[in-house]
């Protein structure tokens, strides 16, 4: 142990075998050491980000394969979306047909009794995909007679909702008045804007 203190680095070329190998040791575990540092650590961090990047690729690459192994029940609700959708444009009546709507709800009156003080349309509400067409209805009969009416008017081919019901009892013996407003609503073809 003696020998160790006496050696100098300066002579290290005449050192005996087995302090030159440690020293030597030495060395190569300081230059790993530094090399590590500055080059296996951002290589460590690319590594890192790397890892991260594959994960969320995976997690893509499984969120499409659901969606494509969802595909063709997807299509087939979409499908059955549009022919629903076919269905209900199809009882909205068109403006050619407004006349004879119009002409059936007082004919359904009629054959159930009732007598109209009034029935006309009130002025259209447009929205953002369809018209709504209101018509006031004003009408008076016996109360079973009403019920038939307002039943025969929801069985229409045509979509008509009734709102805003005003029932009242009139001077005559069981006759009762009926102020009604019907909504039925037409399809608004979509804008075609120029460029």
């Given amino acids: 142990m003696s020998d160790w203190q006496n050696l100098e680095l300066d002579e ?32 460590q961090d690319e ?10 690729l995976h997690s ?14 997807v299509k087939e609700q979409v499908a059955a979306l549009r022919s629903r959708y076919q269905k209900v444009i ?44 209101p018509m006031n209805i004003e009408l008076t009969g016996e109360y079973e007679y009403i019920g038939e009416f307002v039943a025969s008017v929801a069985n229409l081919s045509r979509i008509v909702t009734l709102n805003d019901f005003e029932l009242r009892l009139t001077g005559q013996q069981g006759t009762l008045s009926l102020k009604v407003l019907a909504k ?11 460029q």
């Fill in 47 to 56: 590594l890192g980000q790397l890892k991260n990047r594959e994960s969320e």
């Fill in 90 to 133: 199809k009882q909205l009546p068109e403006e050619s047909e407004l006349a004879n709507l119009l002409a059936a709800v007082n004919d359904i009156g009629v054959r159930n009794g009732l007598v109209f003080q009034r029935i006309e349309w009130a002025p259209r509400v447009g929205h953002s995909l369809y018209y709504e067409l």
């Fill in 12 to 43: 290290i070329a005449e050192w005996p075998l087995l302090p030159q190998c440690v020293m030597a040791l030495l060395l190569a575990l300081v230059l790993i050491m530094v090399v590590g540092w500055y080059w296996l650590i951002p290589l």
């Fill in 60 to 73: 893509q690459l499984v969120y499409r394969a659901n969606q494509i192994a969802a595909m063709p029940e």
């Fill in 184 to 194: 039925t609503y037409r399809f608004k073809a979509p804008e075609v804007k120029e």
